[in-house]
């Protein structure tokens, strides 16, 4: 398995705070992603990174913002949590953009 | 914008039996990749197999195998021996050759089909 963890599992907040969420990988892979699991929706992109401080949106990026100052961590971060957020978030990685992206365990998040 | 379909919300397997989950997608590009994704109750995503569209081959892995029709815009999965471990969600997703002009990294994901094995 892809050495790739998240951090925390389940989060629940409220409204209007700022929440941001982790993901750490052990495998050097260039390509990191964050996506977004909603019913009816399957995962939809919401940022990706192509290396240290190279970010780039997906497709539903707004309310959201990323950090990647190394390679092994990539930040999700909710500037104002709003109950449209509240979803399972995923990470995954992939060494070339060609290659097959392998995903973390999700991350929970509720707001309220 | 590519699409991924997959009509099957639900289906259902004896244990042991064959069952063959639906895929179907839409592009204007001529190479590009297509996956399988399972989904367990735990929610990790797990790479069940992954097609590249210049092989004609079809892929196998074990007893996963897939029937990619490129002319149809078609990518099935054909799980054999369905075990009581294989019930899931199972996603199919598509994403372009880096190789395209633009082309994005992302995944485009099925909606998912919920896989059911009956002892």
């Known amino acids: 398995d892809a050495g790739i963890t998240q951090s925390p599992r389940h989060k629940v907040t409220e409204t209007g705070t700022p929440v941001t969420l982790r993901c750490h990988q052990t495998e050097n892979h260039r390509y990191m992603y964050w996506y977004r699991q909603d019913p009816g929706h399957g995962l939809r992109l919401i940022h990706y990174?192509?290396?240290?401080?190279?970010?780039d949106k997906g497709e539903v990026s707004d309310g959201y913002s990323v950090s990647r100052s190394k390679t092994e961590d990539f930040l999700l971060t909710l500037e104002s949590a709003t109950s449209s957020q509240t979803s399972v978030y995923f990470c995954?990685?992939?060494?070339?953009?060609?290659?097959?992206?392998?995903f973390g365990p999700g991350t929970r998040l509720l707001v309220l | 914008a590519q699409t991924v379909t997959q009509s099957q919300p639900e289906m259902s397997v004896q244990e042991a039996e064959t069952v063959t989950l639906s895929c179907t997608y839409d592009?204007?590009?001529?190479?590009?990749?297509l996956f399988w994704y399972k989904q367990p109750p735990s929610r990790q995503m797990i790479l069940v197999i992954r097609?590249?569209?210049?092989?004609?081959q079809n892929a196998t892995e074990n007893r996963f195998s897939v029937n990619f029709q490129k002319a149809a815009k078609s990518f099935s999965l054909k799980i054999s021996d369905s075990q009581l471990g294989d019930a899931a969600m199972y996603f199919c997703?598509?994403?372009?050759?880096?190789?395209?002009?633009?082309?994005?990294?992302?995944?485009?994901f099925g909606k998912g089909t919920k896989l059911t094995v009956n002892p």
């Open positions: 592009t204007s590009e001529s190479d590009y990749y």
């Open positions: 995954a990685i992939s060494e070339l953009a060609q290659e097959t992206q392998y």
């Open positions: 990174s192509y290396g240290v401080k190279d970010t």
């Open positions: 097609q590249e569209a210049y092989k004609q």
């Open positions: 997703a598509y994403r372009n050759s880096f190789l395209t002009q633009g082309g994005s990294e992302k995944l485009v």
